[in-house]
């Protein structure tokens, strides 16, 4: 099977990540969304990433379809969401918190990358950063140990883990460390997980220049 995007995405890293932690075998395709939008286009006609290519042809977009494929494909036992009951319902919370995290915060970065100095809406910006802030500060209130869902490490971590090291990269003016600690340091327990390590963005993974 083939991943198409680039890790500097959250949504294609979790996507990575999980690939990794279930030993699920897979080839890259880090064909750039704003950059190769012909070649994008022919495989999501959304032109957005992730998407996961099977090894019959058929195609997967969205994250959470492609995620929810991934835990079917191993099983109640292994999957990395809670298959049922209060933890799934827990989890599906903090992943719908995080996810949306993304969301705001990838607005602002368009908003500042996509328009000069002087067409940039500030007022969507701050409502953007308000909203992703109060995700923020939720997600910091419900973890209370080192994972979210009863001590286990779940999607609940990963889609986090890669929220934080979304914002590290694109919006390093916010001070995780300072202002959400727990979330610092669950990032930090990530980060040093084989299956993160190995869905690192490199150098080359950038936005587009203008
Ligand atoms: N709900 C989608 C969101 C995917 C998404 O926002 N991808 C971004 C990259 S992080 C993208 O493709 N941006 C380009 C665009 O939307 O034009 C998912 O979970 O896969």
């Known amino acids: 099977m083939i991943l198409v995007g680039q890790y500097d995405s959250p949504f294609v890293r979790r996507v990575a990540v999980t690939l990794h932690h279930y030993g699920i075998a897979f080839e890259r395709n880090p064909i750039s969304v704003f950059t190769n939008v012909a070649q994008m286009a022919a495989i999501n006609p959304l032109v957005r990433i992730p ?7 058929e195609v997967l977009i969205d994250s959470a379809a492609i995620l929810d494929h991934l ?15 209060a933890a799934r319902r827990r989890a599906l919370q903090v992943i719908a918190l995080a996810s949306g995290a993304i969301d705001k915060a990838g ?3 368009y908003e500042r990358h996509f328009h000069p ?26 973890l209370g140990g080192a994972w979210f869902i009863d ?9 986090t883990g890669a929220m934080i090291g979304y914002l590290k990269l694109r919006l390093p003016e916010i001070d995780v460390a300072r202002e959400y600690p727990r979330l610092a340091a669950l990032s930090a327990r ?13 150098a080359d993974e950038v936005m587009p220049s203008q």
Do not use: H, Y
Request: charged share 25%; with cysteine; glycine share 6%.
């Open 71 to 85: 835990d079917e494909t191993v099983g109640p036992a292994r999957a990395l969401t809670p298959r049922s009951g």
């Open 117 to 142: 100095p002087q067409a940039v809406n500030e007022a969507w910006i701050a409502r953007c950063r308000d909203q992703m802030r109060g995700a923020l500060a939720l997600l910091e209130a419900k």
């Open 51 to 57: 998407s996961l290519v099977l090894d019959e042809g």
């Open 107 to 109: 607005a602002q970065v």
């Open 190 to 202: 990530c980060e040093a997980m084989a299956c993160f390590a190995a869905a690192r963005p490199s």
């Open 151 to 159: 001590d286990r490490f779940s999607q609940a971590d990963i889609t």
